[in-house]
């Protein structure tokens, strides 16, 4: 469907957060509400991550203005795993433009598992959207670079960029994923067969794979949602890291996709765009305020962190973030002075 959306960001005041000392407070007691919710499962599918801490929890919220809050293990840090596609697909967004963007990627929900291979046989091959493994895999086959070095240099330097410093990859997490990670190199050839991809499955596979095992921790999944959060610009080095317009649409995708086929229930909660991943991770957008990271491994049966979707919540109700919240409005009185 074409509606004649240019590219041209427009800005709109969506309110302030309250006073410092009191989003600390908060943030402090949705830590404290969820601590010892002990509900949930740690991934185990990728042998690395069954190593996880189940204790371990931070909740941290950064400000566009660059404001930092945090309680909990807000510096530990873990492998972003599918949090990493939506930030793979702004910088891909910024390259594409976009009209190619959802052409080629598209933003969809499948209503269907993330991994699922049903999906992209329903639709002709298609993606669907680049929140799925088949998106992100088509998404990052999109990354620029003659190689898949190239390419990889392409997304490392993009995700440190929205994080303000420099992301590792993790190694042992790396080789963990390459070693059991059958289903995506089965859904990359079947991308192929289809024409939605022109490089080596292999490749595309070992690039996503290695996105996936960059090192973050809940501070930096809060600076790189207050980047998406400030039109592109990271609140905490300055830089512009994509466009006002690449935000929009990264966060049209994640309002509908981000947290999988739980990503109706998560907007009717909580009413943000978010993304999780299965290491424990979740980022949360509050558009023009926030960005919010919470880690937590143990997980629901879609892949999504309990604590950090209860934590998050509760930050949404008290801060006064959901997007589709409205008060009565009272017209001012006619000719008051």
């Known amino acids: 469907m074409d509606l004649g959306v240019d590219d041209v960001a427009q800005r709109a005041s969506t309110g302030d957060l309250p006073v410092e000392e009191h989003v600390t407070s908060l943030v402090a007691a949705a830590h404290a509400r969820e601590r010892d919710n002990t509900r949930g499962v740690v991934a185990d599918y990728i042998p690395v991550l069954a190593e996880a801490d189940p204790d371990a929890f931070g909740v941290a919220v950064v400000e566009v203005g660059g404001s930092a809050h945090g309680a909990g293990d807000v510096h530990r840090r873990f492998s972003v795993q599918s949090i990493s596609k939506a930030f793979v697909y702004a910088l891909v967004r910024e390259e ?70 420099t992301l590792e990859l993790d190694p042992v997490v790396h080789a963990s994923e390459a070693a059991t990670n059958r289903r995506n190199r089965a859904i990359a050839q079947l991308l192929e067969s289809y024409g939605r991809i022109d490089r080596r499955p292999a490749d595309v596979v070992d690039v996503y794979t290695r996105q996936c095992s960059l090192l973050v921790d809940a501070h930096d999944l809060a600076v790189m949602g207050a980047t998406l959060a400030d039109g592109g610009v990271n609140p905490v080095t300055g830089e512009r890291v994509v466009s006002a317009a690449v935000c929009r649409d990264t966060l049209a995708v994640l309002a509908a996709n981000g947290l999988y086929e739980r990503s109706g229930e998560w907007l009717f909660e909580i009413g943000l765009p978010g993304k999780s991943g299965v290491s424990g991770g979740i980022v949360t957008v509050s558009p023009g305020k926030a960005g919010i990271g919470t880690y937590s491994p143990p997980l629901d049966r879609a892949g999504n962190s309990v604590r950090g979707q209860r934590a998050t919540a509760f930050l949404s109700r008290s801060l006064g973030l959901n997007i589709f919240a409205s008060a009565v409005h009272t017209p001012a009185a006619r000719g008051a002075v």
Request: glycine share 12%; charged share 15%; hydrophobic share 45%.
């Open 96 to 165: 594409l433009g976009h009209a190619l963007a959802l052409e080629e990627v598209g933003v969809n929900s499948t209503g269907l598992p993330f991994d699922s291979v049903t999906a992209i046989e329903l639709n002709d091959g298609h993606p669907m959207n680049p929140m799925v493994n088949a998106g992100a895999l088509a998404t990052t086959a999109l990354v620029p670079g003659s190689g898949a070095e190239e390419q990889w240099a392409f997304v490392a330097r993009g995700l440190s960029r929205f994080a303000g410093r």
